[in-house]
Each structure stands twice: as C-alpha cells, then as structure tokens.
C-alpha cells in the first residue's frame, strides 16, 4: 500500500511540474491544446479547442488572416427537421443579434451572404411575427447608392420575388426580371429589362396566366397597354417627339343620369380619319351679309389647309348661304341669289390640327416600338379577335 500512495503522488508532481513548466515557457509551447484564460486580452495561442456542452463568454473575438480559411464556422450535420447550425440572440429593445460589417472600400465585399445549395433552399430567411416587424429591413442612408439589390445572373431568371402586399418607400431601379405576386386577387407584377435600351411591366393573374397589361419604356417610345383575350385594346402611349396618344375601341365619357341614381349616361367619342379640331356656334345675317370671327384658341391649333365650314339658316325664307371667304381667323356669308334676309344661322367650322397634318390611316399591325414576344401567337389571337368583335374573317393567314 505504501508503494503505491508514492506511485500517486509521483505522478501528481510529474503533472504539477509540466504544467508549471508549460507556464513558465507559456501556453504557446502546448501543442493541440488552448487554454481559456482570465486574463484579458490573454496571450496569443496555437491549436484546438474542442467543447462538448455549453460554452458562455461575454465576447469572442476570432480573426484569421488567411483568405483560403473561415475563421468562424457553424456547422449541423443533422439531415432531416428543422436544424441550425448557428443561433445569436439579443434582448434589448434596439439590440443587434447579429452583424456583418464590410470594412474595405475597394473591391466588391459582403457584411453578410447567404448561400443555399439546394434547389429549394433560401440563402438569407428572415422572420417576422409582430404586425409592425421587418423580416428584412434594407436602409441606405446616402442618396447615391440602393438600399436593396437584388441580381439573378441566369438567362430568364427572376431577379426578385415579392409574395403577398408589398410596400416600397422611395425609387427603385430594376436590371433583369423582378416578380411581385399576391394572394388577396390583384394582378401579379413583372418587371423585364429586356435589353440596353427597353424595360417592361408585365401584369399578370396571380398564379400565371394571359397577361392583362403592360408598361413599357424605351429610348424612342413609353406607354401603357390592356389586354383582353390576348389582344392590345388600350394603349396609352407617348413617343420620342413628345406625342401622347390613346388607342381604344371606344372613348367615353359617363356622368349620372338625372332621371335615374341607379343608371349612368354614357356617351362615346366620334372620330374620323383625321386629327382634327372644330369650332361651332350661332350667328346674325344682315341684309344679306355675315362676317363671322373665329376664337383665338382655334387659330392657334389649326391648320387653314382642307378646312372646312358649314352654315345652316335659321329662316324658312332663306335663300341659302354661301360661304364667300374662309380663313383661320374669320370666315365671311352671303345670302344666295343676292337676298338681303336678316336672320340667325348656325355654322360650324373643322379643320386638321396643326403637326398632325400627316395623320396615317393604315399602320401595321406590329409596330415595332411596341414589344410583342410571340409575333405568330398575337397574329393568331388578332384573327380571333377580328372574328369574335368585328366579324371579319381573313381569307388568308399570313403573318
């Protein structure tokens, strides 16, 4: 018994002497183990550290000079439930649980990414419970740089994707296909860069479908376009000269019906191969003679080529009118068959509208500044809409 008390405590003094002679050489000279310290900031060491439980500091400051290694590494090797392979939490009202800071002004550094190598994976969750909570907040407080970027280097592929109501503060700048879809039955949004020069709004029912509408713009032409069985029938548009213009089947006004509080007036516009612009009213023959002033505003809008005015006598012993003399400022009357009535007349003047004198009649169907993606699928729904609506039926098909 007494051999093996000085076995014990021989040992006992061999670790006690290597312990006080790894202190006296410091801890750097224990190769594969590290040492937690209490003092701070403690001495630097070499090797590794293996905890099995819980570990607690107030701060863990890690840093690697190495660009092939990551100096902090989270990692679940569970491959089925819901799992994490790291958790940082904080409990103040304005605390951060965690932070990526990019400190380098050159070059193109992230203060957090998100990778997700499966098909279905998400990079960056973030998960909001509380009615006023952000999932993600993105804020950029210097007016030269985006608050949110969002970019899909893949051929078609969406750049974002927004589902359910989404609401945005200030201006945003898409490059590529931006996506937003809602349940609560409003039209899903998408946004095409389609090249250096032409971007476009795409709506859409939510879950996909014939689009409904599209807002494009281009160096040369902007607009806005409905749909209706596949087939253009609003456009809104504005072209690189500055010319607005509205193409509809029909152009109304509606106001209440006085007769009825249950019933509208519609009223629909009448229109000509022209862009024209008319004058109208009532005015006095004296002994036979009128000379009528045209307003100012007409004048102005109007072209004197191909202008046009009608008289209509207010007197059953009319002789008839004449129109001796037209002009954009005045047009002047006389009684035919040289009468010498005094009488009212009614008169109305047309006339083309200055800078639309080359009006087009005929145009094609596909005009270039107007995106068409399938040209033989909108030529094959333009036949049925021409069947359907205005009962024309084309002889021949050809694009």
């Not at 006080?20 to 937690?36: C, E, H, K, R």
């Not at 006085?258 to 023959?285: F, K, M, N, Q």
């Amino acid at each position: 018994m007494r051999n093996r008390v000085w076995i014990v405590l021989s040992l006992s003094l061999v670790v006690a002497a290597s312990v006080a002679l790894a202190q006296d050489q410091g801890v750097q000279s224990v190769i594969g183990n590290v040492f937690l310290q209490n003092t701070t900031p403690g001495t630097a060491q070499i090797g590794h550290a293996t905890i099995t439980g819980t570990f607690r500091a107030g701060q863990v400051f890690v840093q690697q000079g190495s660009t092939a290694t990551i100096p902090v590494v989270g990692n679940s090797t569970a491959v089925t439930g819901n799992t994490l392979g790291g958790s940082f939490s904080v409990a103040s009202p304005a605390g951060i649980a965690v932070r990526g800071t990019a400190t380098s002004t050159t070059g193109s550094n992230f203060g957090v990414i998100g990778t997700t190598r499966s098909a279905q994976g998400t990079g960056v969750l973030g998960l909001a419970s509380a009615k006023d909570a952000f999932g993600v907040w993105a804020r950029n407080t210097n007016i030269a740089g985006p608050a949110l970027v969002a970019e899909n280097t893949a051929s078609g592929g969406l750049a974002a994707k927004f589902l359910g109501d989404t609401v945005t503060h200030g201006s945003a700048t898409v490059q590529g296909t931006f996506e937003a879809d809602t349940a609560n039955g409003l039209a899903m949004l998408k946004v095409f860069q389609l090249n250096a020069s032409e971007s476009l709004f795409s709506l859409q029912p939510p879950g996909g479908g014939p689009t409904v509408g599209q807002i494009f713009a281009s160096s040369t032409f902007s607009g806005m376009i409905l749909n209706s069985q596949n087939v253009n029938q609003v456009m809104l548009s504005a072209d690189v000269n500055g010319v607005g213009s509205v193409t509809a089947d029909i152009k109304n006004f509606v106001q209440p019906d006085p007769d009825d509080e249950a019933r509208d007036i519609v009223y629909a516009c009448v229109e000509g191969p022209e862009a024209a612009a008319y004058v109208r009213g009532t005015a006095h023959l004296v002994n036979g003679r009128a000379i009528v002033a045209l307003p100012r505003h007409f004048q102005n809008v109007s072209v004197l080529d191909g202008m046009t005015v009608q008289v209509s006598p207010l007197s059953a012993d009319s002789e008839g009118l004449a129109i001796i003399h037209k002009s954009l400022d005045r047009f002047e009357v006389r009684e035919l068959r040289r009468g010498s009535g005094s009488y009212d007349f009614d008169w109305e003047v047309k006339a083309v509208r200055r800078g639309f004198t080359n009006y087009k009649v005929y145009r094609q169907w596909d005009d270039p500044s107007v995106p068409i993606s399938d040209r033989a699928k909108a030529m094959e729904d333009r036949r049925e809409n021409a069947r359907r609506v205005y009962g024309i039926t084309y002889s021949a098909h050809r694009p």
